[in-house]
C-alpha cells in the first residue's frame, strides 16, 4: 500500500500565534478513507483547507510539510496549486445549498471542471455530465443537468456536489462533513454513494466528521482530534473496540442509546478549550478524570503502540507515577430506577385529537386561496404526566410545525388540543395566557434562542412578568438562583449577557427560562442537534434528571434515533405530514412495523458494527403542496401495492400501545 | 438683566438632541454589550482623530446655539426694549469679526480692496486705485510691512496654539492612556489642530484670514457661522426620519398583513417622487405662509430659523424611507428568531416584544444609517440653497455662501475665496462624519468583528 497523503507536522495558527492545527502528522493510503473525528473547534476544517491552501486570511501556515502523490503541497507555486485543486485533489462541502452557484445549472457548473482539468468542452463535456450524474445515482440525467440547483432537494445537491468533484477524477476527495446537513435517509445513500465511488475509482477519501457512526461505516482509519492535536489514530477497528485516549474513551461512552436508559450519560464536564489558550501539558487535561500532576505540566508524546495504534497521552509510554484509577471506569451515575416499571396513572396530560394546519397558497391580485400546504394533517397523540413522547421524523416532515401548532403559536386549521381537560384551540390571547405557563418549549439553536441584548436574568424574568405569576421581583430574583441551580450554571452568570456562554451553557439557560413558568410539559424541539456529542449528552442528562425531580412531561421532536432510544418512552413516527406509527420505544424501535420506521432505523450509522440489512430508500421526501394519493410513503416503499397507491391506509393495532398506518398488516379485530 | 435669552424653534430642537444624546451615552455606559462596541470605536484612531474635529465643529455650532437679544439703552415709557438683533454667544466671541466689515471683497490676508476706486487727495486730485481696508491691516503704514507681520502674527499665534494644544495634551494623556486609546494619534492631530486654530486667531486679530465677501463681511466669520446650519440640518432631520422610520419599519416587518401592504405602498410611492421637486414644492408653500403672516415672528431671525426647522422637517419626510426598508427587512429576518417565538410562547405581548426584542437588535443599524445620513444631509442642503428652495437667504450657511460666490466665479480676477472656504469648512466636517461613521460601522459589524478578533 503506498500512501497517497503524507502530512507531518503540519501546523496552522493565527497571526497572533494561537494555534489551530499543532503539530499534525498522518497518511492516508490509496482507495482508503481517512477519518478525522472531533467535536467543533476542534481545528478539523482547518487541517483541510491548509492542506488545499485555501486558508482564510488570518490565519496562515507556520510549518510542516504535505506530500500528495509524491508532490509537496507546500513547495507547489500557486498556479499549480490551482490546477491541482479540482485535479488531484477536491472537495465537498457541508451544506451543499450553499455550496453550488444558484444562478448555474448543475451541467454548466460539472462542465467548469471538466474544461479546467480534463480539457473536456461541447459535446463530449456534455456526455460526461450526464455519465457522471447518472454515476451518482441521480435519475433522469440527462433531464437534471438543464436544472438549476433550486430544482434539487439537498441530497440531490449533495450528489451533484460529489458528481462535481468526481469529474476531475481526484486521487484524494476531502470531504467536509458531507452528511451533517442531511437527513439520516439521505445520509445513507450519500455515504453509501461515496463508498460505492470509491471502490469503483481507487480515490482516496479525507473524511471530516464529529459523527462516530459515520467514522464506523466509512473510515479505513481514523484520527481523533481535539483542540488543534490528533489525540488517538487508530483503524477503525481498534478506535472503535479499544479506545486508549480518555476523550475518545468519553466521546463512545456520551453516546446515547437504549442500553444506558437508566444511567446518567457519561458527559464529558466543560467545552473544547479556545485555541491557543492552552501551551503548556495535555490540553484534555482539564476535562479528564484520570489525569494526574503530569499531565497539567508536560505536553504528553506521541506514543505509537505496538499494533500501531498511536495516542498521545501520559497514560501509555510514559513510566511515570501512574495511578490505578487509569483503568476504565465508567463513572456514569446510575439514576433512580425508572418510573418505567411502576405504570403511572394513565391520566394524559395532553391529548391532541386529529390537530391539522394547514397554509393557504393565495396568488393573483385578490390572493385568492388556490390550494393548501398541509403541514400537519390529522394528527392524534397522548402525552402523559411525567412520560417522554419522541417524535421523530426528517426535515419538512412537519414536526416542528406539530410543536408550534400544540403551543398555539401557529393556529391550527381544525382539531382539538386539550391540556390537562382545557381545550386550547380556538382561545382568545388573554384566556390562552392563562394556560401560556403549563406549557413550554426549548428550541433547536441555542444561539438563536437568546436575545443577545438581555441580560440571564432578564431573559428567565420575562416569562414570570408577562404571566404574572412569582409576586414582586425580589421573589423573582430567589426563583431565578434557584433555576440557575437547578440546570447547573453559577448563580453569578445572570448578571451576564448570552454571548459570554457556550452552546451547551446557553441550551442550560433556554432550559431554565422555560421552567421558570413551572410548566408541567416541555416541548423540546431537536434541543440538542446544535450541538456536539459531549454536551449533547450534558444536556439530555440535566433533561432526565429534571423530569425525575420535577415530574415534567416532554414532547421530543428529533431525527436523531438514538436519542429517543435513551429518552423516550413513547415514539410516534412521522412522515409527510401524518404519523405513521406509534408505540413504546421498545415496539417501535425493537420492532417496527411500518416500512419507514424500518428504513430509518436501519439508516443510522451504528457504531456497534451490529448493522441489520439495510434498507435503501429511494427517492426524496414528496413536496407537502401535493402529497401522493393513497399511502404517503407508498412511491419510496418496496412493500407497495396497488392498494397503497390509491387509498390511506387506517391504523393497525399490533399491542394495546403499538399501531401503525400500513396495508402490510391485515386487520387485527379487536 | 442687560440681555434676554432667546430661544429659537431650532435651539430647542438642539437642546433636546442633546439631552437625548447625554441620556443615550449615560445608559449606553452602564450596560456592557452597547458599551462594547463603542470601545472598539475608541480604539480607532481614525475614528478617534475624526472624533476630535467633529466635536470641535459640534463645539462651534453649540456655542451659536445660545441666542440672546441685548438691552438697548433707550426705553419705552419704562419698558425695557431689546434690540430687534438676536446674537449668540459665539457671535460674542467672535465680535470684532463679526463687526469688522469692509466695503466689498478684499482677498485673503489683504489690506486693500479687491477692487479700484475714485479717491480724492487732498490737493483736489481724483485718482484710481485700490483703497486701503477699514480693518483689515490697518495697523500697518506700507505694504511693504505685510509679509512680515503676517509672518509674525502667525507664527506667534501657531507658537501660543502649540503651547496650549501641549498643556491640553498633558492633561489628557494621563487618563486615555489606561484605556488603551491611540494616544499618539490624538496627541498629533490636538498639536496640528491647536497650532491651526492658534495662527488664525493670531492673523484674525489684525487680517481678513480668508477674506471678505461682496458686502464685506469677513468669510472666516460666515464659515464659522454656516456650521451650526449644517449641522442643524445633519441632526434635526433625524428627528423626524427616526420615529417615522422606526415606527413603520418595524411594525411593517413584525405584524406583517395589511399593515405591512399599506406601509410599503407608502414608501414606495414616496421614493419614486423625485425629492428635489417635492421639496422644493414644500419650501415654497411655506415661503408663502411665512410671508403672509408676519405677526407670528418678533424678529426676522426667528422667521429665518422656522424656515430651517421646516426645510429639516421636509428633509426629513422624504428621506425616511431608506432606513424604512432597511429595519423592515431586519424586522422580517428577526421575528423568525427563536427567541421572539419564545416570548410568544410566554404570551408576551406584541408590544413588549416590539420593544424589548426587536428595537435592540436592530439599533445598530438604526446608528450606522444615522451617522451615515449625517454627512448626505449636509450636502444636500448646500445643493438646496444653491437651487435657492434651501434655508432663508438672510440665514449663513454653506449653500448660501456657495450660492453668492457662484456669481463671482465667472469674474476676472476670480474672486475664489468665498467657495474655496465654503468648500474646505464642508470637506472638513463631512469627511471627519463620513471616516467616524465607517468606523462604527466596522465596529458594529457582526462579520468584521468575527475576523478582527479571529486575526
Known amino acids: ?670 | 438683566m442687560s440681555f434676554m435669552p432667546v430661544i429659537l424653534w431650532s435651539d430647542a430642537l438642539v437642546f433636546l438632541l442633546l439631552a437625548a444624546g447625554i441620556s443615550c451615552a449615560w445608559y449606553v455606559r452602564r450596560h456592557e454589550h452597547l458599551l462594547l462596541p463603542w470601545q472598539r470605536v475608541a480604539q480607532n484612531p481614525t475614528a478617534m482623530v475624526s472624533l476630535l474635529v467633529l466635536s470641535l465643529f459640534l463645539l462651534v455650532g453649540l456655542l451659536d446655539t445660545l441666542h440672546y437679544r441685548i438691552l438697548l439703552p433707550e426705553n419705552d415709557n419704562g419698558q425695557k426694549v431689546y434690540s430687534p438683533e438676536v446674537l449668540s454667544v459665539f457671535d460674542k466671541l467672535l465680535a470684532p469679526l463679526r463687526t469688522h466689515t469692509e466695503k466689498t471683497y478684499s482677498a485673503p490676508l489683504a489690506m486693500i480692496l479687491y477692487a479700484k476706486e475714485n479717491i480724492s487727495e487732498a490737493n483736489g486730485l481724483v485718482s484710481r486705485e485700490y483703497p486701503r481696508l477699514r480693518y483689515g491691516g490697518a495697523h500697518l503704514s506700507g505694504p511693504q510691512q505685510r509679509d512680515g507681520d503676517v509672518l509674525k502674527r502667525g507664527l506667534s499665534g501657531a507658537l501660543a496654539g502649540l503651547l496650549a494644544g501641549l498643556l491640553i495634551a498633558l492633561a489628557g494623556r494621563r487618563p486615555l492612556a489606561g484605556r488603551g486609546w491611540p494616544v499618539r494619534p490624538l496627541l498629533i492631530a490636538t498639536l496640528i489642530i491647536s497650532a491651526v486654530i492658534g495662527m488664525t486667531a493670531g492673523l484674525a486679530c489684525a487680517y481678513h484670514v480668508l477674506g471678505t465677501d461682496k458686502v464685506g463681511q469677513d468669510v472666516l466669520y460666515l464659515s464659522l457661522k454656516s456650521i451650526r446650519t449644517g449641522l442643524i440640518i445633519g441632526t434635526v432631520t433625524t428627528l423626524v426620519t427616526l420615529p417615522l422610520a422606526l415606527l413603520l419599519g418595524i411594525a411593517a416587518g413584525y405584524l406583517r398583513g395589511w399593515v405591512d401592504d399599506v406601509i410599503q405602498y407608502i414608501y414606495t410611492v414616496l421614493s419614486s417622487i423625485p425629492s428635489v421637486l417635492l421639496i422644493a414644492a414644500a419650501v415654497l408653500m411655506m415661503q408663502v405662509t411665512i410671508d403672509t403672516h408676519p405677526q407670528w415672528f418678533d424678529t426676522s431671525a426667528s422667521r429665518a430659523d422656522l424656515r430651517l426647522v421646516f426645510l429639516c422637517l421636509i428633509l426629513g419626510v422624504t428621506s425616511w424611507t431608506g432606513l424604512c426598508r432597511l429595519l423592515r427587512g431586519e424586522t422580517l429576518k428577526l421575528r423568525e428568531m427563536e427567541y421572539i417565538q419564545a416570548a410568544q410562547a410566554f404570551g408576551v405581548p406584541s408590544l413588549r416584544i416590539l420593544t424589548r426584542h426587536i428595537l435592540p437588535n436592530v439599533m445598530h443599524i438604526v446608528l450606522i444609517s444615522l451617522v451615515m445620513d449625517f454627512s448626505g444631509l449636509v450636502l444636500a442642503e448646500a445643493v438646496l440653497s444653491y437651487v435657492g428652495v434651501g434655508v432663508d437667504p438672510s440665514m449663513i450657511s454653506f449653500g448660501t455662501m456657495i450660492n453668492a460666490a457662484r456669481l463671482e466665479m465667472g469674474r476676472d480676477p476670480v474672486v475664489w475665496w468665498a467657495l474655496a472656504s465654503a468648500f474646505g469648512f464642508m470637506l472638513a466636517l463631512v469627511l471627519a462624519a463620513n471616516l467616524f461613521a465607517d468606523a462604527v460601522r466596522d465596529a458594529f459589524d457582526p462579520r468584521l468583528n468575527h475576523s478582527a478578533t479571529a486575526a
Open chain 1, 1 to 670: 500500500m503506498n500512501s497517497i497523503l503524507s502530512v507531518s507536522g503540519l501546523i496552522t495558527q493565527l497571526r497572533n500565534g494561537a494555534r489551530i492545527v499543532d503539530d499534525i502528522s498522518f497518511g492516508i493510503n490509496a482507495g482508503e478513507t481517512y477519518a478525522l473525528l472531533g467535536e467543533s473547534g476542534c481545528g478539523k476544517s482547518m487541517t483541510a483547507l491548509s492542506l488545499l491552501r485555501l486558508l482564510p486570511d488570518g490565519v496562515v501556515r507556520a510549518g510542516g510539510t504535505a506530500q500528495l502523490d509524491g508532490v509537496d503541497l507546500f513547495g507547489l507555486r500557486e498556479s499549480d496549486m490551482r490546477a491541482g485543486r479540482g485535479g488531484t485533489s477536491a472537495r465537498i462541502f457541508q451544506e451543499p445549498g450553499r455550496s453550488l452557484n444558484p444562478g448555474m445549472t448543475v451541467g454548466a457548473q460539472i462542465a467548469e471542471v471538466l474544461a479546467l482539468h480534463r480539457d473536456m468542452r461541447g459535446m463530449a463535456a456534455q456526455q460526461r455530465c450526464i455519465e457522471l450524474l447518472d454515476q451518482v445515482g441521480i435519475p433522469d440525467a440527462a433531464r437534471r443537468v438543464t436544472e438549476y440547483p433550486m430544482q434539487l432537494s439537498g441530497g440531490m445537491k449533495q450528489r451533484v456536489m460529489i458528481a462535481m468533484a468526481l469529474a476531475g477524477q481526484p486521487k484524494l476527495l476531502v470531504a467536509d462533513e458531507p452528511t451533517t446537513a442531511l437527513d439520516v435517509t439521505t445520509q445513507a445513500q450519500v455515504l453509501q454513494l461515496l463508498r460505492d465511488t470509491q471502490s469503483a475509482s481507487g480515490m482516496s477519501i479525507l473524511l471530516i466528521t464529529h459523527d462516530l457512526g459515520v467514522v464506523a461505516q466509512m473510515a479505513h482509519q481514523a484520527g481523533v482530534m481535539y483542540a488543534g492535536q490528533i489525540v488517538e489514530q487508530a483503524s477503525r477497528a481498534q478506535l472503535l473496540s479499544r479506545p486508549l485516549h480518555p476523550y475518545t474513551q468519553k466521546l463512545l461512552a456520551a453516546l446515547p442509546d437504549a442500553n444506558q436508559r437508566n444511567r446518567a450519560l457519561a458527559a464529558i464536564p466543560g467545552s473544547v478549550p479556545a485555541l491557543g489558550s492552552i501551551t503548556r501539558g495535555c490540553r484534555f487535561a482539564a476535562r479528564c478524570d484520570q489525569a494526574w500532576a503530569l499531565c497539567n505540566e508536560q505536553t504528553p508524546a506521541w506514543t505509537v503502540l505496538s499494533d500501531g495504534h498511536g495516542v498521545r497521552c501520559h497514560l501509555y509510554g510514559n513510566p511515570g507515577p501512574r495511578t490505578e484509577n487509569s483503568v476504565l471506569s465508567p463513572q456514569s451515575s446510575v439514576l433512580n430506577p425508572q418510573s418505567s416499571t411502576v405504570s403511572p396513572q394513565p391520566s394524559s396530560l395532553l391529548q391532541v385529537k386529529d390537530l391539522r394546519v394547514h397554509f393557504p397558497i393565495r396568488k393573483g391580485i385578490l390572493q385568492r386561496v388556490v390550494g393548501r400546504v398541509k403541514a400537519v394533517d390529522g394528527v392524534s397523540l397522548e402525552i402523559p404526566q411525567g412520560r417522554t413522547l419522541a417524535l421523530v421524523g426528517e426535515s419538512g416532515c412537519g414536526k416542528t410545525t406539530l410543536g408550534k401548532a400544540l403551543l398555539q403559536l401557529i393556529p391550527p386549521t381544525a382539531g382539538s388540543v386539550q391540556f390537562a381537560g382545557h381545550e386550547l384551540t380556538g382561545l382568545g390571547a388573554r384566556k390562552l395566557r392563562a394556560r401560556r405557563s403549563t406549557m413550554q418549549m426549548v428550541f433547536q439553536d441555542p444561539y438563536a434562542s437568546l436575545n443577545p441584548k438581555m441580560r440571564v436574568a432578564e431573559i428567565l424574568e420575562e416569562g414570570m412578568t408577562a404571566l404574572g405569576l412569582h409576586g414582586d421581583s425580589s421573589a423573582r430574583q430567589s426563583l431565578v438562583d434557584s433555576l440557575l441551580d437547578q440546570v447547573g450554571l453559577a448563580r453569578i452568570s445572570k448578571w451576564r449577557y448570552p454571548h459570554e456562554f457556550s452552546g451547551g451553557q446557553r441550551q442550560r439557560i433556554a432550559i431554565a427560562r422555560a421552567l421558570a413558568v413551572s410548566p408541567r410539559l416541555l416541548i423540546c424541539d431537536e434541543p440538542t442537534s446544535a450541538l456536539d456529542v459531549s454536551v449533547q449528552a450534558q444536556i439530555l442528562n440535566l433533561l432526565k434528571s429534571l423530569q425525575q425531580e420535577l415530574g415534567l412531561s416532554y414532547l421530543f421532536i428529533t431525527h436523531n434515533l438514538a436519542v429517543v432510544e435513551y429518552l423516550a418512552h413513547e415514539v410516534c413516527v412521522m412522515y409527510l405530514v401524518r404519523i405513521v406509527e406509534r408505540g413504546t420505544a421498545e415496539e417501535v424501535l425493537r420492532k417496527p412495523r411500518h416500512p419507514y420506521t424500518q428504513a430509518l432505523l436501519s439508516a443510522v450509522p451504528r457504531i456497534d458494527g451490529a448493522q441489520t440489512e439495510r434498507i435503501r430508500l429511494e427517492g426524496d421526501l414528496p413536496s407537502p403542496a401535493n402529497p401522493p394519493p393513497g399511502c404517503h410513503f407508498a412511491p419510496r416503499c418496496s412493500h407497495a401495492t396497488e392498494l397503497c397507491r390509491r387509498v390511506y391506509p387506517e391504523n393497525k393495532m399490533f399491542s394495546s400501545t403499538h399501531g401503525a398506518h400500513c396495508h402490510l398488516y391485515p386487520d387485527i379485530p379487536d
